[in-house]
T-cell receptor, first 113, second 111 residues
């Protein structure tokens, strides 16, 4: 069983479209994240939700809207896609405790044309 | 969170131990040292973490110096599948989960 799973794995879409990436974790964790890896391979956090409550928002454009229907899911919706949004988006989860070890999904490759 | 310094690249012969160094000279007493790796086209994979003591699991060993200013990740018998970018990250205990990834060390395991 995949611990943190994301869909779709690959997404090619046109500028201006709206798209969503879904994420589910079966680890029983209470905290979930979205990270972005750009073309230069730098990984940066975008959002974090703990028990469905937003706790980190790293100055991401408001075209990006995370939604957490429950503790096991954190979806990422992106409006009016731009060329610069092309990247790999990683979902992750952890149990928020003293050590808070984070586990990542396999990534969603978004290409905006 | 403290900053880390890693060599940009290293080579290792298959079957030999791979020793990946990390400098974190400004680490605070409540900061953990975490190691992740990213194999090409995959998500970051948790390897190991530690606070003060050396740690070992099925994947690797983590050796932290007594002053905690540096550490070494040891892959005891490197295989070709261990070729990846290895990230050393320090993070405050109970931190919100914001991992700050640097450029890491690209480890190339050669036959």
């Amino acid at each position: 069983d995949t611990a943190v799973s994301q869909t779709p794995k690959y997404l090619v879409t046109q500028m201006g479209n709206d798209k969503s990436i879904k994420c589910e974790q079966n680890l029983g964790h209470d905290t979930m994240y979205w990270y972005k890896q750009d073309s230069k391979k730098f990984l940066k956090i975008m959002f974090s939700y703990n028990n469905k409550e937003l706790i980190i928002n790293e100055t991401v454009p408001n075209r990006f809207s995370p939604k957490s229907p429950d503790k096991a899911h954190l979806n990422l919706h992106i409006n009016s896609l731009e060329l610069g949004d092309s990247a790999v988006y990683f979902c992750a989860s952890s149990q928020w405790d003293r050590e808070n070890t984070i586990y990542f999904g396999e990534g969603s490759w978004l290409t905006v044309v | 969170d403290a900053k880390t310094t890693q060599p940009p690249s290293m080579d290792c012969a298959e079957g030999r131990a791979a020793n990946l160094p990390c400098n974190h000279s400004t680490i605070s007493g409540n900061e953990y040292v975490y190691w992740y790796r990213q194999i090409h086209s995959q998500g970051p994979q948790y390897i190991i973490h530690g606070l003060k003591n050396n740690e070992t699991n099925e994947m690797a060993s983590l050796i932290i110096t007594e002053d905690r200013k540096s550490s070494t990740l040891i892959l005891p018998h490197a295989t070709l599948r261990d070729t990846a970018v290895y990230y050393c990250i320090v993070r405050v205990e109970g931190n919100t989960g914001k991992l700050i990834f640097g450029q890491g060390t690209t480890l190339q395991v050669k036959p």
